[in-house]
């Protein structure tokens, strides 16, 4: 047995599953689907897939807390054995949305899902395209995570061990709570002026997760990414895309009648150092933006008002506080922690979850040697917030996700949401 630390966002994450499990939200899933244009060398997979659960022990390990010190940790009791590959007879279609459905739900068509990595391949068509659909327990591993496991996956080699990540230093709690205060004042401060999410109380929590694919063509693409270095340069996306999930959110509100005047955006931000060995665990921690709805009416001034709010949370180090709030918080039972984040909240946990987790397989056109049409991630959202608006590209080409909580977001409203996103992103109106 051995001991592996854990971050603050593992513990968030943990907390968040609790929760979804008491509110009958069920276990915190993702799913990765991969298009294929021809067959993935079954060789090349499979050893892929066994090196990277002999290799890492942390597949096998669960979330605990030493009570000498009271810090969480991973507990790994060594490596687990992979679950085999399923490969499914060929169809017609690729997978259709019952089945990721299925999956984010936690159950395959055996049973509940077993393990935290879960991979299957679906050859579809008469041009022996494939599908790969990766599930993956979200406490586990994080959108970096699972660009870094692709990486590894497309070549099979899973060889190299994980090096030990380092533990984070001690502080004194009087320090740790002087540096998440002035966070705790704004937090109060964006209660008392009002901030919702898609979600309000009295509505529904325990809906099934479900989700839409907004995948743009090589040409819409290209000129989102036009749009996107007009808006903000050629070395800072962030606001691009941010500002784009904020509108979303903004015309969701404003199409029911809600005044939110602030929207709360956990921006992902890199919290521990990047290593192509350290696949599992989570990568990214979150900065808290505060924007302000009135200010976004129009894509070019929510660019510049996300980027002014990210330049204000930088200048008063809000990520540090974020950390320290989540380090305070950690001291709790993990049951209690998102209950006590919606009683400080007036029973939100943030506006929306929202990410750009940028390229797969940068610079690859191929996994275990077949071609790749595109790559998507699917995420499972929990209410509040009820809704999640991630951004991805392969090879250039967009796909944003859009994933919500049956209950809290209707297919009408989902449609209007697609539509501003595309003009958005493309700067074309759909007609």
Known sequence: ????????????????????????????????????????????????????????????????????????????????KAPAICWHPAQALPPDEAVIHERLLGRSSVGALTSPLWMEVFPWGADGGHVILLTWRHALLDGT????????????????????????RRESMARVYKRAKPLTDRLHEMTSKGCLSAWMKGMPMGGGPEYRLIELSAEESAKATARLRTLCGDFMQMPFYAAVAARALRLLHEQRGWKSPEIHLHLPIQLRGRSRELIFGNHMGAMPLFLEAGALGSLDLAVAHVLEKYRESMREGRQQASEALTTLAAHLPLGAFIPVVRWTNMGQICSLFHSHTGSFLPGRAEFAGAAVQNICTIPSVCAPPGLGIFVSDFAGQMTVTLAWREGCVTPAEITAMERQIRTDLTGIADP
């Open 145 to 168: 995570g699972v660009n870094l496991l692709l990486e590894k996956l497309a070549t099979g080699a899973c060889g190299a061990g994980p090096p030990v990540p380092a533990m984070p």
């Open 1 to 80: 047995m051995s001991i592996l630390p854990a971050t603050t966002v593992d513990f968030f994450l943990a907390g968040l599953e609790a929760f979804m499990r008491r509110s009958g939200q069920g276990t915190h899933w993702g799913v990765t689907v991969l298009r294929l244009e021809g067959k993935p060398d079954a060789q090349t997979l499979t050893q892929g897939w066994e090196e990277i659960h002999a290799q890492h022990p942390m597949l096998g390990a669960r979330l605990k807390r030493q009570w000498l010190g009271w810090r969480w940790v991973w507990e790994t009791r060594g490596p687990i």
